[in-house]
């Protein structure tokens, strides 16, 4: 099983989404930013807004890296509201 996330910094006011196979220590590491050029410690507010549990790594890459490429705030917060959309977004992938 794999992940999807999103976190969400209200002071910086932007969001992180990333994947991973253990999310509980994944978020831990953001929090504590055991990460040396993470993107993530810009702020200590981080939040989970999403999780999306995916059948495989592959399918959380593309959907990390669909989103990525939206760049949009506005994309960002429907898939949060209806994460159902992504689903939606796996099923007209082409293998």
Known sequence: MHYLYILYSKSSQKFYIGETHNIDERILKHQNHSYSNSFTKIA????????????NKEEALYLENFIKRMKSKVFNN???????????ILSKRKS
């Open 78 to 88: 429907k898939i949060i509201a209806d994460p159902s959309i992504l689903k939606e």
């Open 44 to 55: 200590n507010d981080w939040e989970v807004v999403l999780t999306f549990i995916c059948n």
